[in-house]
Nanobody
Framework: QVQLVESGGGLVQAGGSLRLSCAVS????????MAWFRQAPGKERKEREF???????????YYTGSVKGRFTISRDNAKNTVYLQMNSLKPEDTAVYYC???????????????WGQGTQVTVSS
């Protein structure tokens, strides 16, 4: 079984930055592509929005349009951890952020087998 634990969320003013981390245990971390999704207030699980993904080796990344140029996904396979650096945060970035692990880089929730419990990010205006 694979366990994912997110951390680093919090309350920040618009224009600020946060760095999310997701620690993975239970299987070989480098065998999984990793992604970040978010679920905005009032949205259901099926409405989780893709944010960013990174390939198993870290050589490929993909972002949703609204975060390009502001967010950066990275991974450290030696530390079994994936990160999401979020800069120039906006109120519309407010959501619970989830990390997910799957066999290959993808943008749909059903492409990922394992999920963390989420970390709250709140951006005030």
């Amino acid at each position: 079984q694979v366990q994912l634990v997110e951390s680093g969320g919090g309350l920040v003013q618009a224009g600020g930055s946060l760095r999310l981390s997701c620690a993975v245990s239970g299987r070989t971390f480098s065998s999984y592509a990793m992604a970040w999704f978010r679920q905005a207030p009032g949205k259901e699980r099926k409405e989780r929005e893709f944010v960013a993904a990174i390939s198993r080796g870290g050589g490929r990344t993909y972002y949703t349009g609204s975060v390009k140029g502001r967010f950066t996904i990275s991974r450290d396979n030696a530390k079994n951890t994936v990160y999401l650096q979020m800069n120039s945060l906006k109120p519309e970035d407010t959501a619970v952020y989830y990390c997910a692990a799957g066999p290959s880089i993808a943008t749909m929730t059903y492409d990922y087998n394992y999920w963390g419990q989420g970390t709250q990010v709140t951006v005030s205006s």
